[in-house]
């Protein structure tokens, strides 16, 4: 048997890459990855569990999740002249459009800081990325510099997440809307957190032609169940489909969001009082010297500490039994910053204290 040397035969790009590392939280209260803190009500526990008693777990799926989709065009009032496309999460619908449009010497444009697989899936799929950075004051699109990039790099693909992941604020409609017309490629907007954020480019679909919405169950409370949807018009969505490997929507992850979409009342009653939380610590946060806290649409906060204190902060809080996002390690616009999800209030009030402590 030969040996093979990993270094020769994996791609150079890949073996520069760092994997997609998720920490461990076992014991600790949970904010670093904008989940829901919220269980359901035991009623609607054990009607889920009714509903799955059903399930065939022998036979394949529903390969397009058509009850899903029914349901999802329904609540989530998808425009019918629009098609939709499911993924297992929103990750790899983001993985399936840029894998549709790669090819060496094409090009990704997204602001930064913004969601860190827009570079990595377009690193996978061999496709070059340039990351825009936003107007480091309020974090708001440099909407000149986009259109620059736009006009010398002619992206296959724009990726702007609205409201951004991990800056929290909604990007100007006005300045997105030049960005999607100036683009000669497909424009992803990322919906992840619209729950929270009350604001959509849904409407605006049927205008563009080269514009496609993204969602995910998974910031509303349904994290574990992997579903992501892409919304669009069929010219692209049928494309697109044909590299979605079959059977990509499980079973269970088909009833559960089914049934979860159902109770949408119960996820939208938790998302406001999410909301209502997080202005609470907003407000608390931004009576403390020394903390930046910046303004949010989303489920998470984004804090600046003072100068070189990020990583001690965030050291702290693990100690004292907190997980928090520390956004340090990345540079940039996120020198000295840290990323906390709206818990439970009384996780909450474990964070502050923790936080003040170190403070
Ligand atoms: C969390 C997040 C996603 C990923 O969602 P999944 O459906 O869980 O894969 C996508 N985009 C943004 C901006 C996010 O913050």
Redesign the pocket.
Known sequence: MTSINPDTLIRPEIRALSAYRVPPATGLIKLD??ENPHAWPGELQVAWQQRLDGVQLNRYPDPTGTALKARLRQVMAIPDSMDVLL?N????L?QLVAMAVAMPGRTVVAPEP??V?YRMIATFVGMDYIGVPLNASDFSLDRAAMLEAIERHKPALVFL?YP??PTGNLFDADAMQDIIQATPGLVVV?E??FTFAGQSFIGKLAEYDNLLL?R????QGL?GL???YLVGSEQWLNEIDKLRLPYNINVLTQLSVEFALEHHAVLDAQAQSICAERERLLAELQQWSGITAYPSATNFILLRTPEGQAERLFAALLEAGVLIKNLHPVGGLLQDCLRVTVGAPEENRAMLGALQDAL
């Open positions: 990855a904008m993924g999460g929103s990750d790899e983001i913004s969601f697989m997440a951004n992941n990322d992840a957190y993204m995910t169950v998974s910031k994290a992997r579903l992501g």
